[in-house]
């Protein structure tokens, strides 16, 4: 069988997107599935992936505001050059080439998350031209994979009627080993994650921060530069492989979660690292429940 990749992703290396694609292609190829991958990107990332990806044939396809059209429609030819079986598209904006290819090969969509909620979270023109568009990639799919249940229920992707199975979100075990307990007086907690990602909710860790004075907060992968009053239990550790964060995760007592959307879509990425190593994760629930129980300390029975 031969599978072909579409992805339209600007992070690098360090972004759980990234290693989860990887991860995916790696283990087709394991089950002798012949695998091409093919990248929409507005960063010159080709080198990066094909370091990750030896044997694998990739294309790369950069573009600014001018030129996206383009880029989708040099990704999309490319990949119909390697006549595969099956498509693997990671859900993203609809673009007007997916519906010829669609017509041509059986495009199997990945659903990461409820696009109504997270492409709103900013209203604008992302928002709308989604809301109007959608139906047209969901409608031409052959079958969806979600990553929860919850999102496999939700009646805007059950009323397309399509066939599809749920696949969570995972990691590969024997690339993590188990952190001792950091036992530390006052809670240590640390998020991970990557820039211009709305569904993070890093304004809620910046104010968290400065409700609990005496937790210390590590954010690794971000910057502060949209914050300018940032806590000084707040630390800001930029961009890191995952060799340097680990130390990090080792003094964590608590590793956070998505926060800026509800509950179904926290069992995301960005928590993996954190509880593969045994460390608990938190996510917008937790943060419901503490505030709740008075500042109490527990643990969410979902993490």
């Known amino acids: 069988m031969k599978v072909s990749v579409l992805l339209h992703w600007n992070g690098g ?5 990234f290693k989860k694609v ?28 094909q370091q990750h990806l030896e044997g694998v044939p990739v294309t790369f396809h950069l573009y600014n505001k001018a030129t996206r059209l383009q880029a989708w429609r040099n990704a999309v030819k490319a990949l119909e050059d390697q006549h ?5 598209h990671r ?26 909620v997270e492409y ?3 209203k ?3 928002c709308w031209y989604n809301r109007i568009t959608r139906s047209r990639l969901l409608r031409a799919a052959a079958g969806l994979v979600f990553v929860t249940w919850e999102l496999a ?64 907060f590590d954010i690794v992968g971000l910057t502060p530069d949209k914050f300018p009053h940032v806590p000084p239990n707040v630390s800001f550790r930029g961009i890191l492989p995952r060799a340097a964060y680990e130390p990090l995760l080792a003094q964590a ?6 926060l800026a959307l509800q509950e179904p879509y926290e069992r995301g990425l960005l928590a993996q690292d954190a509880r593969v190593s045994g460390i608990r994760a938190a996510g917008h629930y937790w943060l419901q429940r503490y505030r709740l129980s008075g500042g109490r300390p527990f643990y969410s029975g979902t993490s």
């Open 22 to 49: 990887v991860s995916q292609i790696r283990t087709w190829r394991t089950c002798e599935v012949a695998v091409s991958l093919h990248v929409v990107s507005r960063r010159p990332l080709r080198e990066v992936w």
């Open 253 to 258: 007592d608590i590793a956070i979660g998505t």
């Open 91 to 116: 859900y993203d904006l609809y673009m007007p080439v997916l519906s010829s290819l669609c017509r041509k090969y059986p495009v199997v969509l990945e659903i990461n998350t409820d696009d109504l």
């Open 153 to 216: 229920k939700l009646p805007h992707f059950r009323r397309y009627q399509k066939p599809f199975v749920v696949i969570p979100n995972g990691v590969n075990l024997q690339d993590f080993r188990p952190l001792p307990l950091a036992g530390n007086r006052e809670p240590r907690l640390v998020f991970v994650g990557s820039e211009e990602q709305l569904w993070h909710g890093l304004d809620k860790i910046i104010r968290l921060a400065a409700y609990f004075p005496h937790w210390h």
């Open 13 to 17: 290396e360090e972004t759980g997107v």
């Open 120 to 122: 709103c979270l900013i």
């Open 124 to 126: 604008g023109l992302r």
């Open 84 to 88: 595969p079986d099956v498509v693997y």
